[in-house]
């Protein structure tokens, strides 16, 4: 640890210059004498900072916003990389006008996947001193990260030096960073789940003999909320709990810190869960290898930071894709329905919204509203709804130009007026006891060109493309990616994003596992029976407006039977609010 007297030090000179980078390239360190040789004996030329959190989550709680206190881009993917002279900063095509627009003239976006654009692993290679020490946290670094960067820098004498919890560099510079509060936890009972959680763990337990392992160690928060049936409030918009979970064949522990723990062990332990605090997660996974040399335990190196997975030894170790990830994302009879519901008290609140708006621009009130207001009125008539919890993530409410910007969020007092010369794309979604919604549609209040009228067919015709085809259950989401942009292709048009992602039931309205993509899905999880998915493709013109039409869709068999006896599925739409007269004009 730095001293007390040299952290103060440097905190002042932070607040004197209004600048992040310079502290923190303090603790980096020139020289042997440097900062950085004070944390792990040694000058390091490079700091990673994800946007992750220890459970490899696509959006965190405010206490681990390292990357967006550092940078202040906002989005909810990036990595940036600080060396003592430079700072660069990877995004993917969702955020590259976002990201021009937040980031100040010390950083430089690199545009991943664009031509000549080299991959963060790639510029360290050919940039950093042979020599070099990268620094990471491992806590914050997934193994497969890890990994990534091992495979690029093998040829070369660059180190990936690990830093110990307390010395994360940006943690040292963040004097106000917000305290991390106890998990306040709330159960689900099967009326919602129509699983137990003894059920989901005998399910779990039989998968994981299945793949030669003897016990499974869960890090994925909204993996072990499913598990559990358990739900809080940890991260903004995601109803999950910071928590760790271990399963053997006779025992099931969770490893969480909440303002109700007895409550929690009370209500788990009838099913055989024991519950302990969140600290003590490494030191029981390094026991269980240490009680019993063969026991194998099944972890996913994506999922997995480098900290717990080197907790256990290498001979114990069996890599795979979540078990709980898998399972979780086929919805059971109980969950679709509740998605169907949910979906038709949100559709109810979103008429009520997209009526009362068109009647405000109707009457020539556009000056008196701008895109947050409007997004708070649409939360009032979300918050109406039955069952209604939060919004499943910020209000995507854009006028114009601001639609060109994929996730733009616009800030209170900061953002455009509504407008009836423009157009105007509203993606917005809540989170309700038995289901979570997300639904974007694009509309204009008054005579939309030529041209913005042929954009928006050749979405819509895509958007109709996947929601009305038929194929093989088990099918790549990147063959259903295409079938939608084929439309737009026929164009010219294209979008920088995916097709579609999975939606949780109450959980995350991002879901890992499913995907629809250009990019292969890492997971390997194909598209089948049962799963629950957006169908969101898109068209975006740079500084002038953006077209995207998104629905929640759930895959289900054809009755009839196909070639050769293979069984076929179709998608069916579960999003109501259809298109008005503006949007189809």
Same mark, same amino acid.
């Given at each position: 640890?730095?001293?007390?007297?040299?952290?103060?030090?440097?905190?002042?000179?932070?607040?004197?210059?209004?600048?992040?980078?310079?502290?923190?390239?303090?603790?980096?360190? %020139?020289?042997?004498?440097?900062?950085?040789? !004070?944390?792990?004996?040694?000058?390091?030329?490079?700091?990673?900072?994800?946007?992750? /959190?220890?459970?490899?989550?696509?959006?965190?709680?405010?206490?681990?916003?390292?990357?967006?206190?550092?940078?202040?881009?906002?989005?909810?993917?990036?990595?940036?990389?600080?060396?003592?002279?430079?700072?660069?900063?990877?995004?993917?095509?969702?955020?590259?006008?976002?990201?021009?627009?937040?980031?100040?003239?010390?950083?430089?976006?690199?545009?991943?996947?664009?031509?000549?654009?080299?991959?963060?692993?790639?510029?360290?290679?050919?940039?950093?001193?042979?020599?070099? $020490?990268?620094?990471?946290?491992?806590?914050?670094?997934?193994?497969?990260?890890?990994?990534?960067?091992?495979?690029?820098?093998?040829? *070369?004498?660059?180190?990936?030096?690990?830093?110990? +919890?307390?010395?994360?560099?940006?943690? @040292?510079?963040?004097?106000?960073?917000?305290?991390?509060?106890?998990?306040?936890?709330?159960?689900?009972?099967? !009326?919602?789940?129509?699983?137990?959680?003894? /059920?989901?763990?005998?399910?779990?337990?039989?998968?994981?003999?299945?793949?030669?392992?003897?016990?499974?160690?869960?890090?994925?928060?909204? /993996?072990?909320?499913? @598990?559990?049936?358990?739900?809080?409030? /940890?991260?903004?918009?995601?109803?999950?709990?910071?928590?760790?979970?271990?399963?053997?064949?006779?025992?099931?522990?969770?490893?969480?810190?909440?303002?109700?723990?007895?409550?929690?062990?009370?209500?788990?332990?009838?099913?055989?869960? +024991? $519950? =302990?605090?969140?600290?003590?997660?490494? =030191?029981?996974?390094?026991?269980?290898?240490?009680?019993? %040399?063969?026991?194998?335990?099944?972890?996913?190196?994506?999922? $997995?930071?480098?900290?717990?997975?080197?907790?256990?030894?290498?001979?114990?170790?069996? !890599?795979?894709?979540?078990?709980?990830?898998?399972?979780?994302?086929?919805?059971?009879?109980?969950?679709?329905?509740?998605?169907?519901?949910?979906?038709?008290?949100?559709?109810?609140?979103?008429?009520?919204?997209?009526?009362?708006?068109?009647?405000?621009?109707?009457?020539? #009130? !556009?000056?008196?509203?701008?895109?947050?207001?409007?997004?708070?009125?649409?939360?009032?008539?979300?918050?109406?709804?039955?069952?209604?919890?939060?919004?499943?993530?910020?209000?995507?409410?854009?006028?114009?130009?601001?639609?060109?910007?994929?996730?733009?969020?616009?800030?209170?007092?900061?953002?455009?007026?509504?407008?009836?010369?423009?157009?105007?794309?509203?993606?917005?979604?809540?989170?309700?006891?038995?289901?979570?919604?997300?639904?974007?549609?694009?509309?204009?209040?008054?005579?939309? *060109?030529?041209?913005?009228?042929?954009?928006? *067919?050749?979405? &819509?015709?895509?958007?109709?493309? &996947?929601?009305?085809?038929?194929?093989?259950?088990?099918?790549?989401?990147?063959?259903?990616?295409?079938?939608?942009?084929?439309?737009?292709?026929?164009?010219?048009?294209?979008?920088?994003?995916?097709?579609?992602?999975?939606?949780?039931?109450?959980?995350?309205?991002?879901? =890992?596992?499913?995907?629809?993509?250009?990019?292969?899905?890492? #997971?390997?999880? =194909?598209?089948?029976?049962?799963?629950?998915?957006?169908? +969101?493709?898109?068209?975006?013109?740079?500084?002038?407006?953006?077209?995207?039409?998104?629905?929640?869709?759930?895959?289900? %068999?054809?009755?009839?039977?196909?070639?050769?006896?293979?069984?076929?599925?179709?998608?069916?739409?579960?999003?109501?609010?259809?298109?008005?007269?503006?949007?189809?004009?």
């Amino acid at each position: 640890m730095l001293p007390a007297e040299k952290l103060r030090e440097l905190r002042v000179l932070m607040s004197r210059t209004n600048v992040r980078l310079l502290p923190l390239r303090h603790l980096l360190g %020139k020289t042997e004498k440097g900062a950085a040789s !004070e944390l792990t004996g040694r000058p390091l030329q490079a700091f990673l900072v994800d946007t992750a /959190d220890a459970h490899q989550s696509e959006y965190v709680g405010d206490a681990h916003k390292r990357r967006e206190f550092l940078t202040g881009f906002t989005g909810s993917n990036g990595t940036a990389l600080v060396t003592p002279d430079q700072a660069f900063m990877w995004t993917d095509g969702r955020y590259f006008l976002q990201a021009e627009q937040e980031l100040s003239d010390d950083w430089t976006l690199m545009k991943s996947e664009e031509p000549g654009v080299p991959s963060i692993e790639q510029w360290t290679k050919k940039n950093l001193p042979n020599d070099s $020490c990268l620094a990471i946290d491992p806590y914050l670094t997934s193994v497969l990260a890890a990994r990534n960067f091992a495979k690029v820098l093998k040829e *070369t004498k660059i180190e990936l030096v690990a830093l110990h +919890e307390t010395e994360n560099l940006v943690d @040292l510079v963040w004097e106000d960073r917000p305290a991390v509060a106890p998990s306040q936890v709330t159960f689900l009972s099967d !009326e919602y789940t129509g699983r137990s959680v003894a /059920d989901k763990l005998k399910s779990l337990r039989e998968a994981v003999k299945d793949k030669g392992a003897d016990a499974i160690v869960l890090t994925a928060l909204d /993996d072990i909320a499913w @598990l559990f049936n358990i739900r809080g409030n /940890d991260v903004e918009f995601n109803p999950v709990v910071t928590s760790y979970a271990v399963v053997t064949p006779d025992k099931a522990t969770l490893f969480l810190d909440a303002a109700n723990q007895d409550d929690v062990t009370q209500h788990l332990r009838p099913s055989g869960v +024991e $519950c =302990k605090p969140y600290s003590s997660m490494l =030191k029981e996974v390094s026991a269980l290898t240490a009680s019993n %040399k063969d026991t194998k335990i099944l972890v996913d190196p994506a999922q $997995c930071n480098v900290a717990v997975f080197l907790a256990i030894p290498a001979a114990n170790r069996k !890599e795979d894709t979540s078990v709980v990830m898998a399972q979780k994302a086929i919805k059971s009879a109980v969950e679709i329905e509740g998605m169907r519901q949910a979906h038709l008290r949100d559709g109810a609140a979103l008429v009520k919204y997209f009526s009362w708006l068109e009647k405000e621009m109707d009457a020539g #009130n !556009e000056d008196q509203w701008d895109e947050v207001l409007v997004a708070d009125k649409q939360e009032q008539f979300r918050s109406q709804a039955k069952d209604y919890v939060s919004l499943s993530f910020d209000t995507i409410s854009s006028i114009g130009a601001n639609g060109s910007i994929i996730h733009y969020s616009p800030k209170r007092g900061e953002c455009s007026k509504m407008s009836t010369s423009a157009m105007y794309l509203n993606d917005s979604g809540a989170q309700y006891l038995d289901g979570t919604t997300d639904v974007t549609r694009t509309l204009h209040f008054g005579q939309p *060109t030529a041209y913005e009228k042929s954009c928006f *067919t050749h979405v &819509l015709k895509g958007h109709i493309a &996947l929601a009305s085809t038929v194929f093989p259950d088990k099918m790549e989401g990147v063959k259903l990616d295409a079938i939608t942009r084929a439309p737009l292709w026929k164009a010219g048009l294209d979008y920088r994003h995916g097709t579609g992602h999975g939606v949780g039931a109450f959980l995350n309205v991002h879901e =890992k596992g499913v995907l629809m993509s250009f990019r292969l899905n890492p #997971n390997g999880l =194909k598209i089948q029976d049962g799963m629950v998915l957006s169908n +969101e493709p898109g068209y975006y013109e740079d500084g002038k407006f953006g077209i995207r039409i998104e629905s929640v869709m759930v895959v289900k %068999k054809v009755s009839r039977v196909y070639f050769r006896g293979s069984g076929f599925v179709y998608l069916t739409t579960v999003s109501l609010p259809g298109s008005s007269h503006q949007e189809s004009a």
